[in-house]
Structures are given as C-alpha cells and as structure tokens.
C-alpha cells in the first residue's frame, strides 16, 4: 500500500488512542532505524519522543533484533505456571540490577497492567483499601488505573472503582506550595499528612507516584521530597509505590529515577524500556517483606502472558545493550546539552515559558504573555500548539505536543549533534508561536 491507502485502512477499520476517529492525523510510518523514523514516501523524523518515552535504547538496534530472530527458534510461549530458562534468567537478572532487596517480581503486558497487579500486591499484603495517587500522574488506561490517574484522562472513565483518593503534587498546575525545594517539599508533605488523617491511616495502603511526573509535565521531584514522603508513609505503615513506567531503565541518567532521592519503594513498576518497546513487557518488583506475605497466601492475579518467554528473552538483550552500550551515561552527559539548548531557546523566543529536564527526559511550557500565562488552559489547547507541530513534523522532527507544552525525550542512544539537530528544527519553530504572544 502507499501512505494514503495505509492511512485509509486504518482509519477505517481501527480505533486510535485517545482520539476522534474524524479528527486523528495517523503518521505514516514504514521503518525506523537508531533515532530516526522513516515514511513510506520517503520522509524522515528525528524521533525526539522515543515514540511514547519507550523506545530507550533506539530504533531496530542489531543486537536486538538477532536475538529476537534467535528467540523465534526456542520456546515461544508457556502457560503462566511454567518455570522457563527465559522466565528464570530475567528474574535472576532483574533482582540483581534492582537496588535493596527489591528481589521478586510479576510480569505483564505492560505498564498499566503492572500497576494494576501493584494494586492488587499492595491491597492484599496489608489488608487496607485505600489508594493515594497524585493529580499529575498518569497510571494506565485499564478500569482501576484510570482511578489511580490523576489527569483528565480519567472523566470519560468515571465513575470508576472505589478506594482511590488523589492528593496534589508538589508542584500543581496553578497553585503553589512554597517558594524553594525546601518549603515546597515542608508544605506538600504537610498537607499530606492531613489527608492522610482524614482518610484514617489504617485505612490506606499504598501510594502511588510517578518518581518524575511524566506527560502532566516532566516534573521531578523537589529536593528533599523522596526521602519526607518515604519517612512520612514508614510513620503509617503504607506502602510507597513507584511507577517508573516512563523514567526507568535509563532515562533520567540513573538506571531507576528514585535513586535520585536515595531511597528505595516497597513496590517498583516498569514497562517501556524495560524492551525498549521492541516487544510488550512490564513487570512489577516488590520488596522481601511484601513478597513474604505470599509465601503462605495466595496472590489473586493472574495473566495468560505473564512471564512469555519470547518477551522476556528480547528483554534480556535489550539490557545488554542498554547497560554495555553506555546509554545511562549518555543520558546523563546529554543532559547538560539538553540544559543548554533549553536555555538558549528560552532566551530567543518570547513564547518560551521554561524548559527542564532530568537526563534525558523534558519539556518545554509555552507562554502567550511575557508575565507568564500559559500558551493553553488545562487540558485544553490554542490553535498556533498545532500549527507548531505540523511545522515540525514538515521539517523532520517527531514528538509529542500536550496542551501548551511539548516534549524532547529522545532515544538514550542519541548523539550530542543529533540532539542540537533537533532543537534546531524547534528553533525554527518557535518563531510560530512567537507570533501570538501577547505585550
């Protein structure tokens, strides 16, 4: 088929995510190679999204694909009560790499599956109902981790199951709880801890958290916070829950985000880079004194494709690469370019609100005033945000713009001059939107 008839078929005959079927503008795509994406017609992107934040180590990397082709000889699929070589050298392998005694683990699909088997652990190793999740976060579109989201996402959904309260983060859309890291992190956990007191305590199992807020924002967290909100849950025996979906496996220039904070949770969920998306995988890790409680209890969860073999060979490979090939350092040393560019762009456009970035995962927030306001309202959007972004896709560069903001989370593997290619192209770009700020 050409890109017409491709686009056409599938128009017709698929649902797209969070879309109007009337209204989505598929991007054609027919091959991908490193960190570049390639059109049917002869286009080519700078993937400056990973796709979904997931495509860690880049685009059809060699190693991966031979062992893929390798893993299509061997044991294709086993059913969940299975011991397997592949399901026994991921787990032997993740429980090594997992900092603390984060040692067992319970494989999925995905990252929503893993938070919604992270529920189900939390729940049923303490005998409380409750969840608390954060406004900002997104968690999943299966039914409990709609209620687990925080985000608009989660309206259409409701109402959903009970037990979920949501509680603001750190650093909310509008309103503001300090001025510095230090009085930001006293005034949430503050107000925490008085939503936890009017939930009851005993009530509550878990927390949920992004350890960097992810599509609401790229948001880490302010000095201080990991380790207040580990203490703070500790003094009232919930759980800490971190989804590291988006910002694990390398992509904030650590193998796990909230090794930032020197701390560790007592449940991690993972997906995405954990594969690089070359195949579907999530998994969730949970400490000794959880994983004990299901020594003599039943786990009430189950998935035909936990622990598929062929998912968790390709997983293993893309490990390798992903640890041989140095792209955790990359992503730490290609930070300072991404601080750089960031600036720089902040200081020649005036619809340049802030940029920020923790390795190599940021945002940039557009202003439609020189006071501040934002270039759209929450959850909504202006007309120049897609203007934008059709100017970038003309122009070779592929991410992903959300409300008044647009993302820079290229594959780990990225090179220093590909990387200013980019911001090149959004250089350009800007000149766009420069043209509706207001003063």
Same mark, same amino acid.
């Given at each position: 088929m050409d890109a017409?008839?491709?686009?056409?078929?599938?128009?017709?005959?698929?649902?797209?995510?969070?879309?109007?079927?009337?209204?989505?503008?598929?991007?054609?795509?027919?091959?991908?190679?490193?960190?570049?994406?390639?059109?049917?017609?002869?286009?080519?992107?700078?993937?400056?999204?990973?796709?979904?934040?997931?495509?860690?180590?880049?685009?059809?990397?060699?190693?991966?694909?031979?062992?893929?082709?390798d893993a299509a000889d061997g044991l294709l699929y086993a059913f969940p009560g299975a011991a397997t070589q592949a399901r026994a050298d991921l787990a032997t392998r993740l429980?090594?790499?997992?900092?603390?005694?984060l040692n067992t683990f319970f494989f999925t699909l995905g990252g929503a599956e893993?938070?919604?088997? !992270?529920?189900?652990?939390?729940? =049923?190793? +303490? #005998?409380?109902?409750?969840?608390?999740?954060?406004?900002?976060?997104?968690?999943? !579109?299966?039914?409990?981790?709609? =209620?687990? +989201? #925080?985000d608009p996402r989660r309206w259409a959904n409701e109402p959903g199951a009970p037990g979920f309260v949501r509680v603001m983060d750190p650093r909310p859309y509008?309103?503001?709880?300090g001025r510095d890291d230090e009085e930001i992190t006293e005034n949430n956990l503050r107000y925490l801890e008085e939503v936890i007191m009017y939930e009851g305590p005993h009530t509550i199992a878990a927390m949920f958290i992004e350890t960097v807020t992810g599509t609401n924002g790229i948001l880490p967290p302010p000095r201080g916070y990991l380790q207040g909100l580990r203490a703070l849950l500790d003094r009232y025996g919930i759980l800490l829950v971190c989804d590291e979906v988006m910002a694990g496996w390398g992509r904030t220039g650590k193998l796990f985000a909230f090794q930032h904070g020197d701390i560790l949770p007592d449940i991690l969920t993972m997906a995405k880079g954990l594969t690089s998306s070359y195949v579907p995988l999530g998994a969730v890790a949970v400490r000794d004194h959880v994983a004990r409680h299901f020594d003599q209890n039943v786990f009430y969860g189950g998935l035909t494709y936990n622990a598929h073999p062929f998912a968790m060979n390709v997983a293993m490979a893309c490990l390798d690469v992903l640890l041989e090939e140095g792209m955790i350092e990359n992503a730490a040393k290609m930070e300072g370019v991404m601080r750089q560019e960031m600036g720089r762009l902040q200081a020649r456009h005036?619809?340049?609100?802030?940029?920020?970035?923790?390795?190599?995962?940021?945002?940039v927030d557009l202003q439609r005033d020189r006071k501040g306001k934002?270039?759209?309202?929450?959850?909504?959007?202006?007309?120049?945000?897609?203007?934008?972004?059709?100017?970038?896709?003309?122009?070779?560069?592929?991410?992903?713009?959300?409300?008044?903001?647009?993302?820079?989370?290229?594959?780990?593997?990225?090179?220093?001059?590909?990387?200013?290619?980019?911001?090149?192209?959004?250089?350009?770009?800007?000149e766009i939107t420069d043209r509706v700020v207001e003063g």
């Open positions: 017409r008839s491709v686009i056409d078929a599938c128009l017709q005959h698929t649902l797209f995510s969070w879309s109007a079927r009337d209204k989505v503008k598929p991007l054609p795509v027919e091959r991908a190679q490193g960190v570049y994406m390639y059109g049917p017609d002869g286009q080519r992107w700078l993937d400056f999204n990973s796709q979904l934040m997931s495509v860690n180590i880049g685009h059809s990397h060699p190693r991966v694909v031979q062992a893929m082709k429980a090594d790499l997992c900092p603390g005694d893993a938070n919604e088997n !992270a529920i189900k652990l939390a729940r =049923q190793s +303490t #005998g409380r109902f409750k969840i608390l999740s954060r406004y900002r976060s997104y968690h999943g !579109a299966t039914n409990a981790t709609m =209620q687990l +989201t #925080g509008h309103y503001s709880f005036p619809s340049v609100k802030e940029g920020r970035c923790i390795g190599l995962f940021g945002m934002e270039m759209a309202p929450y959850n909504g959007s202006h007309p120049v945000m897609a203007e934008f972004n059709k100017y970038l896709l003309d122009n070779g560069l592929f991410t992903m713009v959300h409300w008044g903001s647009f993302m820079c989370n290229p594959p780990l593997c990225i090179t220093e001059e590909q990387l200013r290619e980019g911001f090149a192209i959004i250089d350009r770009g800007l």
